[in-house]
């Protein structure tokens, strides 16, 4: 039980990468989730950069052969298919509005995806993308890298259970005050594009945040689908309308339940944090990753309980991911490292055939990312026909 760095899949499989360069925020995260057990993955070639210049200088400092490092995503490709061992699954840590074409050409490359998130733009690109995928027996997996953390599988066994009675609410928030002004949005290059409609999509806080922790909510509550949204939405930095900088989301589930989430950019004095409380008839469980080592377990009338991580109390589905056992904290790479573990296994299952394991592999898939594409959508519709519902699957 849990993972000590031995093997999960037969052999690493081969792994480039499209962006995440020097100057990207998030490449690190994928570099450190995908290599963390040296058994999953080997990092062999990339397209690091729209700068083919500061792409060789990072790429060699990484340790990835010269003549490995590519202009552009298409070159790659293409010459990555010429060689026996070319590399076989691509990662893609470029602004939004690249996905699409790059994951795209990827499939059609023969290659495994793991993309970052807001997958594209629409749900209909979504699901082109799945038909493709299918066509292709290729996994796309998406770096939700927050929903590794192995309590949220805890949470989602309580919920099976019966722990909680009938979930009645699911509470969401994802907020942080980095963006309370202008400045960023002209002077940081990873801001820029987050606030321009045409590279960011149709959101901004919706698409860069919400999604995380919608996904996990999904996760959590996997037999309780989302059935309407009612979304309002700001731009309280007025420059980025129509983009907002806060929404207020309320959800509809088709067993009664409803939810709540609230999303900014804008909560000044507030660091990046992202809750869950999943409130049932008789008790109530709790996440907040700034805490990713322990639940809050309330049942009423009872003394509340913190529940921790490692322990042989929780769930065999929660353990199997355990890395650092009990006695010793972990973090967002450990989160990572699972995500990136699990989409390993899910490419090893479907290289195999083997659709019984693949079905058991709880990953942020295609499935995931469309539902985090339509999330943004209905949101967006429901907020600018002035908050009404709106069904979730039209
Ligand atoms: N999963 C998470 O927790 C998380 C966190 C941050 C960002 N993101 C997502 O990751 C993506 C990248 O965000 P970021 O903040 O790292 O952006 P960024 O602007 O900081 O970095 C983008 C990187 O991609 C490179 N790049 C851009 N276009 C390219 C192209 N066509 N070919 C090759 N390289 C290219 C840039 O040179 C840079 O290295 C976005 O989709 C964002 O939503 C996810």
């Known amino acids: 039980m849990g993972v000590n760095g031995e093997k999960k899949i037969a052999r690493p499989l081969r792994w480039g990468m499209v962006g995440g360069g020097r100057t990207g925020q998030v490449g690190y995260k994928h570099r450190t989730g995908a290599l963390r057990d040296n058994t999953a993955y080997q990092l062999l070639a990339g397209a690091f950069d729209v700068d083919y210049e500061r792409c060789k200088d990072f790429g060699r400092n990484l340790g990835v052969a010269e003549d490995r490092l590519y202009p552009d995503y298409k070159t790659m490709f293409e010459e990555e298919a010429k060689r026996p061992d070319g590399i076989e699954v691509v990662s893609i840590a470029t602004p939004n509005f690249t996905h699409y074409e790059i994951t795209k050409a990827a499939l059609n490359a023969g290659l495994h995806v793991i993309c970052e998130k807001p997958l594209f733009f629409s749900v209909e690109e979504g699901e082109e993308i799945k038909k493709l995928a299918e066509e292709k027996g290729k996994i796309v997996g998406v770096t939700y890298g927050f929903s590794g953390f192995q309590l949220l599988l805890q949470m989602r066994s309580m919920i099976e259970n019966g722990d909680l009675g009938k979930v009645h609410m699911i509470e969401l928030s994802y907020t942080h005050g980095f963006a309370c002004s202008d400045i960023g949005d002209k002077k940081n290059e990873a801001q820029k594009w987050r606030v321009d409609p045409k590279k960011s999509g149709p959101s901004f806080v919706l698409g860069d945040l919400s999604t995380h922790t919608f996904y996990m909510s999904q996760l959590i509550c996997p037999d309780i689908k989302l059935k309407e949204v009612l979304c309002d939405r700001q731009s309280f930095v007025k420059s980025r309308a129509p983009l907002e900088d806060n929404a207020y989301v309320l ?144």
């Open 251 to 394: 959800m509809h589930y088709d067993n009664g339940a409803v939810g709540r989430m609230w999303v900014s950019s804008v909560d000044a004095g507030s660091m990046d944090s992202q809750h869950i409380r999943i409130v049932g008839s008789k008790a109530s469980v709790e996440f907040n990753d700034w805490q990713p080592n322990e639940l809050i377990y309330e049942v009423q009338g009872k003394p509340n309980q913190k529940l921790y991580r490692g322990m042989p109390y929780l769930s065999d589905a929660c353990n199997e991911f355990e890395r650092m056992n009990a006695l010793h904290t972990e973090g967002l790479g450990d989160s990572w490292a699972n995500i990136y573990l699990k989409i390993a296994m899910a490419i090893d299952a479907k290289n195999r055939g083997d659709e019984e394991a693949l079905k058991k592999i709880n990953y942020p898939d295609i499935n995931a990312g469309i539902d985090g594409i339509r999330w943004i959508t209905k949101c967006v519709e429901s907020a600018d026909k002035g908050g009404v519902w709106v069904p979730f699957n039209d």
